[in-house]
């Protein structure tokens, strides 16, 4: 089993929709979750980082459910220029006990386009 | 603004060639990563570093090495390029500690022909 796993997609939507991105994981001692994004020939960004709690950002929300081990974006009335991939990201537990060097492991990413 | 920035945006080599790539960061993060990404697969960590002189083996180390003499700096070297290391090669920085947020360079897109 992938340590992160993402729907690849391809997600085609019309402007003003909303969509919605799921990933799981597999190490339940994960301590810290991310969606990056990735524009086409470009590095990857931190978009947000998703607490517990969940957490908002415009209209981007993220949430996270620790006993499913499961994390997800939603992305509300989209935008042309949300169009990129979106990277599942999970900061792993190190085993034996000690730091994990901010070591982060990556989903496959799902692309979404956002069409006129 | 973190900067992290990569030798190269674009790079072609022989097979057999020792290639080097080049990452330095302007923030005086600790750890720094070697990424390649390939489609279908995803980013792949390589080597990582979190310390001068200080390295780990990633998920893919085989035929590449990393060598880390100042903090600032992180080379990749692939000591005989091979066809199947044409990639996209990404660099990324960190603090300790803190969000572990990653600043990642531009890429070098290398082929190895």
């Known amino acids: 089993r992938k340590e992160v796993e993402q729907d690849p997609g391809p997600f085609n939507v019309p402007e003003g929709a909303t969509v919605a991105f799921n990933c799981t994981y597999s190490?339940?001692?994960?301590?810290?979750f991310f969606w990056y994004r990735q524009d086409c020939r470009k590095e990857p960004k931190l978009l947000m980082s998703v607490y517990s709690s969940g957490n908002e950002d415009g209209r981007f929300t993220a949430q996270l459910n620790r006993a499913s081990q499961y994390i997800s974006l939603l992305i509300r009335d989209s935008k042309l220029s949300d169009s990129a991939t979106y990277l599942c990201v999970v900061n792993p537990s190190n085993n034996a006990g000690g730091t994990s060097y901010g070591k982060l492991t990556f989903g496959q990413g799902t692309i979404l386009t956002v069409h006129p | 603004d973190v900067k992290v920035t990569q030798s190269s945006r674009y790079l072609v080599k022989r097979t057999g060639e020792k290639v080097f790539l080049e990452c330095v960061q302007d923030m005086d993060h600790e750890n720094m990563f070697w990424y390649r990404q390939d489609p279908g697969l995803g980013l792949r960590l390589i080597y990582f570093s979190y310390d001068v002189k200080m390295k780990e083996k990633g998920d893919i180390p085989e035929g590449y090495s990393v060598s880390r003499e100042k903090k600032e700096r992180f080379s990749l070297i692939l000591e005989s390029a091979s066809t199947n290391q044409t990639s996209m090669y990404l660099c990324a920085s960190t603090n300790s500690g803190g969000s572990y947020e990653q600043y990642f360079g531009p890429g070098t897109r290398l082929t190895v022909t």
């Open positions: 190490n339940s001692a994960s301590q810290s």
